[in-house]
C-alpha cells in the first residue's frame, strides 16, 4: 500500500490524531500522483473532477460567507476529491449524517437549488451577488427552513442538512487544524485516549 492508499484509508479520527488534518487530497499533477492540502490545489488552481467552475464557484462563494476562509483553505477542492472517495473512506460530514450514497446528487442537489432559490427570492444568481446580498439570502434562507416559504428550492436536498453539511466541511478545513486553534486562541489538543477502558 502507497502512502497515497494508506492516507485515503485512515478514518476521520486517525487522520486528526495524527495531525495530518482533513484537508488532505491525493491528486495527480503533470501526471505524478501526490497528497496534498486542499488549500494547496486550490492556490495551484489544479483541475476539478466532478464539480463544474459554476458548481464550483457557488459553493465557495456559499462556504465562504458561512466560514469566512474557507475558498482559501479549498473547500470546492476538498468537496470534489471527497466525491470521488469510495464513500466509506470519505471524511464528508455528510457520512456523518447517514445521508445514502453517493454524495454528489445531495450537494448538486444544494447548490442548484441554491442557485434557483436565489433568483428567485432576489432576480440575481447567488455567485453575482455582493456579501451583503449572499448574507441577506442565506438568512432568508435559514429562516424558511423553519417552516415558511420554500419556493425556488428545486431539489429532494434538505436546505437544512445541505446549509449544515457545508459548514461543517468548512469549520474542519478552516478551524480543524493546529493552525486553526491558534486562530481561534485555543491550545489545540489531539484526542487523548483516556488511560483505561470504562
Given at each position: 500500500?502507497?502512502?497515497?492508499?494508506?492516507?485515503?484509508?485512515?478514518?476521520?479520527?486517525?487522520?486528526?490524531?495524527?495531525?495530518?488534518?482533513?484537508?488532505?487530497?491525493?491528486?495527480?499533477?503533470?501526471?505524478?500522483?501526490?497528497?496534498?492540502?486542499?488549500?494547496?490545489?486550490?492556490?495551484?488552481?489544479?483541475?476539478?473532477?466532478?464539480l463544474n467552475k459554476t458548481e464550483a464557484k457557488i459553493l465557495e462563494d456559499f462556504a465562504e460567507?458561512?466560514?469566512?476562509?474557507?475558498?482559501?483553505?479549498?473547500?470546492?477542492?476538498?468537496?470534489?476529491?471527497?466525491?470521488?472517495?469510495?464513500?466509506?473512506?470519505?471524511?464528508?460530514?455528510?457520512?456523518?449524517?447517514?445521508?445514502?450514497?453517493?454524495?454528489?446528487?445531495?450537494?448538486?442537489?444544494?447548490?442548484?437549488?441554491?442557485?434557483?432559490?436565489?433568483?428567485?427570492?432576489?432576480?440575481?444568481?447567488?455567485?453575482?451577488?455582493?456579501?451583503?446580498?449572499?448574507?441577506?439570502?442565506?438568512?432568508?434562507?435559514?429562516?424558511?427552513?423553519?417552516?415558511?416559504?420554500?419556493?425556488?428550492?428545486?431539489?429532494?436536498?434538505?436546505?437544512?442538512?445541505?446549509?449544515?453539511?457545508?459548514?461543517?466541511?468548512?469549520?474542519?478545513?478552516?478551524?480543524g487544524t493546529p493552525e486553526g486553534f491558534q486562530k481561534l486562541g485555543i491550545p489545540y489538543m489531539?484526542?487523548?485516549?483516556?488511560?483505561?477502558?470504562?
Open positions: 500500500m502507497n502512502g497515497q492508499d494508506k492516507a485515503a484509508s485512515q478514518s476521520r479520527r486517525q487522520l486528526l490524531k495524527k495531525g495530518i488534518g482533513l484537508g488532505m487530497i491525493a491528486t495527480n499533477v503533470a501526471g505524478v500522483n501526490v497528497l496534498m492540502t486542499s488549500r494547496s490545489a486550490y492556490a495551484k488552481s489544479l483541475a476539478l473532477k466532478t460567507t458561512l466560514v469566512p476562509g474557507a475558498r482559501e483553505a479549498g473547500i470546492a477542492h476538498y468537496l470534489d476529491y471527497n466525491l470521488t472517495t469510495e464513500p466509506t473512506k470519505t471524511t464528508l460530514i455528510a457520512s456523518y449524517f447517514n445521508l445514502t450514497p453517493p454524495f454528489l446528487p445531495f450537494y448538486r442537489g444544494g447548490i442548484e437549488s441554491l442557485s434557483s432559490y436565489s433568483l428567485e427570492k432576489t432576480n440575481k444568481e447567488f455567485e453575482h451577488m455582493s456579501q451583503d446580498e449572499k448574507e441577506k439570502i442565506i438568512s432568508s434562507l435559514f429562516q424558511h427552513m423553519s417552516g415558511h416559504d420554500l419556493s425556488g428550492w428545486q431539489s429532494e436536498t434538505s436546505p437544512f442538512l445541505f446549509y449544515q453539511c457545508v459548514r461543517s466541511d468548512a469549520l474542519d478545513l478552516v478551524y489531539e484526542h487523548i485516549l483516556p488511560p483505561s477502558t470504562w
